[in-house]
């Protein structure tokens, strides 16, 4: 058996789940480097992943790797970045187990990270909150599900993971009404709520029912959202609030652009 199996399944197994407790959200962005990675080098050399030794993953065909995700894939600076960092986090457990590998290992850990440009992140006004909050028809579940994640999105800033994660349970809507959460870095978080957010969530929660660990904003199939879903879902109705509000497709919102808007929500959620 090669170096490189048993290692990768005890950094993930060992390293990652026991020692360092890593988040879920952490585990799962590893996983998916390494699944691009082992994909792209059984094409490149047409072994099985079950093959490959740590000697077939020298810094030439790191480097190759990252380009091609730039590339082929057309992943930004960012993501690229958070690929090697995934990479280089196995090479520094792999150098203390197989120090007959040290060369290699050196190498790949010697590649560096890119400089990123940071581009300005638009944000919503007032007139624009109100359009994309409307947008959602409320005729349909789905409208109306939209309609009330949109409207928390909006208020609280949270995060795609901490909007998709969100269970029955998670929110108060009597005195004091709040939301809790288990956001990035494992916070805790708890975060207040307006009285037009509350009503809005009032009316969803009564229409959602279901037990307390079930999903707040769950998909058609009763699970929980994907990151990719609440995407679509935001710039389906992004689609349908320019047709009242022209300034909006210019700023073509995303969940990250709610977070900024964010700051000026008091202004449309009192």
């Given amino acids: 058996m090669s170096a490189l199996a048993p290692s990768l399944q005890a950094w993930f197994t060992d390293r990652l789940a026991k020692q360092l407790h890593a988040s879920p959200n952490t585990v799962a962005a590893y996983r998916d480097a390494w699944r691009l990675l082992l994909g792209y080098l059984q094409q490149r050399t047409g072994k099985q992943p079950s093959q490959l030794d740590l000697t077939d993953l020298d810094a030439t065909t790191i480097s190759a790797f990252l380009d091609h995700l730039e590339g082929d894939r057309h992943n930004s600076v960012r993501t690229r970045n958070a690929r090697l960092a995934a990479l280089r986090s196995f090479f520094k457990f792999a ?3 197989h120090p007959e590998h040290a060369a290699v290992i050196a190498q790949v850990l010697a590649i560096p990270t890119k400089r990123a440009d940071h581009p ?13 909050v409307d947008a959602p028809d409320p005729r349909t579940w789905t409208g109306r599900r939209d309609r009330a994640l949109i409207d928390l999105a909006v208020q609280t800033g949270l995060r795609v993971s901490e909007l998709t ?3 029955n349970c998670d929110i108060e809507l009597g005195v004091g009404a709040h939301v809790r959460c288990t956001g990035k870095g494992r916070k805790n ?3 207040p709520l ?3 957010t509350v009503a809005v969530l009032r009316t969803w929660a009564r229409e959602r029912r279901g037990g307390p660990e079930d999903p707040l904003f769950p998909s058609q199939r009763g699970g929980h ?16 609030a320019a047709k009242t509000c022209v300034s909006i497709a210019k700023k073509h919102p995303t969940p990250h652009v709610l977070r900024h808007s964010c700051v000026i929500c008091g202004a449309v959620l009192v």
């Avoid at 300005?120 to 994309?132: F, G, K, P």
């Avoid at 879902?233 to 992004?238: F, I, Q, S």
């Fill in 95 to 97: 150098s203390l187990r």
């Fill in 120 to 132: 300005e992140v638009s944000y919503l006004n007032t007139e624009e909150i109100t359009a994309l």
């Fill in 165 to 167: 994660g969100l269970r």
């Fill in 189 to 191: 978080r708890c975060t």
């Fill in 194 to 196: 307006t009285k037009q």
């Fill in 225 to 240: 959202l994907s990151r990719v879903g609440v995407e679509e879902l935001v710039a389906k109705h992004a689609t349908t």
